[in-house]
């Protein structure tokens, strides 16, 4: 819920994406200035066009050698004034509609949604920064300590390191809950079945304390010989020259199906107790945010290849398959740990409630058909049309009433509001997380392995465009 609140936030107050929400409360300390950031190994992908950020617990001041001066960093820690404050209202989270206002005074507003409803809800915004200029000075008056155990793994690995200079933090302390009604209902009792709290209170609701980092905006840090320079630029895409062309929005279902077969395949060569060491690996984490990170970190070390790095835990839940990992020749290794790193990714684009169904689905094993729903609404294009289209009705028909409540709920979460005729309404820019939906279902369909895999969209496709038409004369590919 917290990465709920923080990505619509920093929507509205930064279209232009130059704020990243926190998207873990647990975490939200680190990601202030000056604390140091590490991005995460590039990996495009079409349902995540911003970055991922890792804190370190390292502050600047950590990595620096001492100044001529004997100052700290302790200068740079910002400090927020009167005109960096504001309100935020007129927002509706669950319909990922909304307005924003600054203002004086605070506002109260209702948040409603379909299948469920929430209490009033006011916060206030306060913006604070590093000042460049002295940022600047301690960039000419303290380098690098190039002997740091943190600098040094980080030039083995090549990671791109980043710096946080402003963040936007809760002036005041607020409460968001949403009171969970209709065909939500039953989502408390799902949430008590997979992470052991049986409070709905627990699950609907959310504090957000003064002071909490909502969103941050990061600085990269280029480091050579113990000199260090900030790109205050983005660089600018090389132009390309030639013909160019009408770029046409296009539905996303080609490019995602690829991508996940590139990275997910690999779970279909698999002997089956492997399949399901991987699938149990999987749901552990999907229950246990420090499982999750704690396997991401290791898929990580796999793929920057660590010198000398282990693939040890004291977790039950992750041993099983580290040392079947630590046993594989390399190129097998790697190829797992891409398609589990492809895999957490995307369910970490996921709110915790949608983890909680996927669970509840996998036991229901409804997850194929659930696939070819979701499927389905990629074939439109959700990016750049709001306009309501239909879909197959029959993959809303399901053996039990639940079943189809539970989808459509699923489906919801990621912006897209389904009725049981097949009318789908896309809300604000469905496109990126109903595809971390599709590769998610898709990656735990081919680990469950106990249903038929929904049939290729690419290959439908070519088929209906190789179809001979009745009015226009036929041409034959090359």
Known sequence: ???????????????????????????????????????????????????????????????????????????????????????????????????????????????????????????????????????????????????????????RTGADLFLVYEILEASEKAVYKEDTKAELSFLAKIFAKFFGEASTEHIESIVIPKGCTLAFRAIQMNISKGEWELSYFKEDPTPVTGISFLEIPTPKLGAVDREVKQYCGIFSELPSDLRVTILNTITAVMRDRNLFQELSQKMEGVLEKTDGYELKTESPDLKDLLSTLENSPGDRCLQLAKGITYTLDALAELLDNQLALLLESLERKIVSQQLQLVGKLLEHNLKTVATPFHVDASLLSFPQQEDQSLTMALVEMSRVKLQEDGLAEPMEQPDEVVAALYVALYALNLLSGDLPLPRDPLSEMLENLCKPATSLPQFHPC
């Open 1 to 155: 819920m917290f990465k709920k609140v923080t990505r619509y936030i920093v929507s509205q107050m930064d279209p232009n994406k130059e704020l990243a929400p926190v998207e873990s409360s647990a975490d939200q300390e680190y990601f202030r200035p000056p604390y140091l950031l590490i991005q995460k190994r590039k990996q495009n992908n079409v349902f995540r066009s911003d970055p991922y950020y890792q804190c370190t617990e390292f502050k600047l001041d950590s990595v620096l050698l001492p100044g001529e001066d004997g100052k700290s960093t302790e200068s740079l820690l910002p400090s927020g004034d009167g005109s960096s404050q504001f309100d935020l209202s007129d927002i509706n989270i669950d319909q990922i509609k909304g307005d924003i206002s600054v203002s004086v005074n605070g506002a109260s507003v209702e948040l409603k949604g379909s299948g469920s409803s929430s209490q009033a809800f006011s916060i206030k915004l306060q913006k604070k920064a590093i000042p460049m200029d002295l940022l600047e000075a301690v960039r000419k008056n303290r380098k690098i300590n190039m002997d740091h155990s943190f600098i040094q793994q980080l030039q």
